[in-house]
C-alpha cells in the first residue's frame, strides 16, 4: 500500500472513476456510448452520472448543435490565414477563445481541426484546412489542439487520411505510394499526435490503399494507435460508418450521427 509520502499520478483519481463507471455498465450500455443518438452527441447514463456528450463543428468558430440566427457564433478568420501567420502560439490563442465559445454552447468535443492538405484548388474544403505544407499544417494544428484543450473541451483532427481532394470524397480510393503516405499525409496528424495529444481523431469517408478508412485496420490501429501511442477515441466521418464488424475490427470507437448507425443495437 502507497503511504502519504508516495507520489499519485495526476490522472490516477480520474481513473479510478472511470473504471468504476465501465465496471457497473452492462454490454448494451457500452454499446449505445458508441453511437450517435442523433446528429450531434452521444446518449447519456445517468445511473453512473454521465451526462450527454455534444460535439460540434468548429474550425473558424464553434457551431454549436442550432443553426439559427438566435444561435450565433465567434467567427475568426479561415484557418488558411491562421496559418500564414506561421505562429502556432496564435493558434493556441486562438483555439483557447474557441473552448470559451464551446463552454458557452454546452459543447464538450470541437470536430476540428480540419488538417487535410492544399493538393489542389478545387478542394471543396480548402476554406478550413491550413496549408499545402505537411510541416506547417502540423505546427499550426498543434497550436489549435492545445489551446482547446487548455479550456477543457476535447479536439478531433481529421479527415484521417487522405481526404485532401473534391471529386468523390466521399467514395474515391485513394492509391498514395508508402513513403507519399508517411512523409505528405500522414505527417500533421503524425506531428500533432505526438506534440499535442488529442481526444479524438475522425476517420475519413475515402479509401486508401483498397480499404475504406473507417474499416482501416492498418492506418487505424498498427499506425495511429501502434506506432503513434495515440490513446483517445476514433469517430467516423458522418455517415461514413458503412459495416458493423468491419469497423469494429478496423478500430473505430463511434459511428455518428444517430439514432440509426452500424452500432448500438447493431454493435
Known amino acids: 500500500m502507497a503511504d502519504a509520502s508516495t507520489p499519485t499520478h495526476p490522472d490516477a483519481a480520474r481513473e479510478a472513476v472511470v473504471d468504476a463507471a465501465l465496471a457497473a455498465l452492462g454490454l448494451d450500455d457500452k454499446a449505445r456510448l458508441l453511437a450517435g443518438q442523433d446528429m450531434w452527441s452521444l446518449p447519456a447514463l445517468p445511473a453512473i452520472g454521465l451526462r450527454s456528450l455534444v460535439m460540434s463543428d468548429g474550425p473558424i468558430g464553434v457551431r454549436g448543435v442550432a443553426w439559427s440566427a438566435d444561435d450565433p457564433s465567434v467567427a475568426l478568420p479561415s484557418p488558411t490565414a491562421l496559418a500564414a501567420t506561421w505562429d502556432p502560439a496564435l493558434a493556441r490563442r486562438a483555439g483557447r477563445l474557441l473552448a470559451q465559445e464551446a463552454h458557452r454552447k454546452g459543447v464538450h468535443v470541437l470536430l476540428a481541426p480540419t488538417v ?30 492545445r489551446g482547446v484543450q487548455d479550456g477543457g473541451v476535447g479536439t478531433t483532427v481529421k479527415h484521417f487520411v487522405a481526404n485532401d481532394a473534391e471529386t468523390d470524397r466521399f467514395t474515391v480510393d485513394n492509391i498514395v505510394a508508402p513513403r507519399t503516405l508517411r512523409e505528405i499525409y500522414l505527417a500533421p496528424f503524425e506531428r500533432i499526435v505526438k506534440n499535442a495529444h488529442p481526444w479524438g ?49 478496423g478500430g473505430l470507437d463511434v459511428a455518428m450521427p444517430g439514432p440509426k448507425t452500424v452500432y448500438g443495437k447493431a454493435l
Not at 487535410?116 to 505537411?134: A, V
Not at 469517408?205 to 483517445?232: C, I, K, P
Open 201 to 249: 481523431i475522425m476517420a475519413a469517408y475515402n479509401r486508401v490503399n483498397g480499404s475504406t478508412m473507417t474499416e482501416h485496420r492498418y492506418l487505424q490501429n498498427a499506425v495511429l494507435r501502434g506506432e503513434w501511442g495515440f490513446d483517445g477515441y476514433i469517430v467516423s466521418d458522418w455517415l461514413a460508418a458503412r459495416s458493423t464488424v468491419a469497423a469494429a475490427d
Open 116 to 145: 487535410n492538405l492544399h493538393r489542389s484548388p478545387l478542394g471543396g474544403r480548402h476554406f478550413e484546412t491550413y496549408s499545402e505544407d505537411p510541416y506547417l499544417t502540423g505546427e499550426i494544428g498543434t497550436g489549435y489542439v
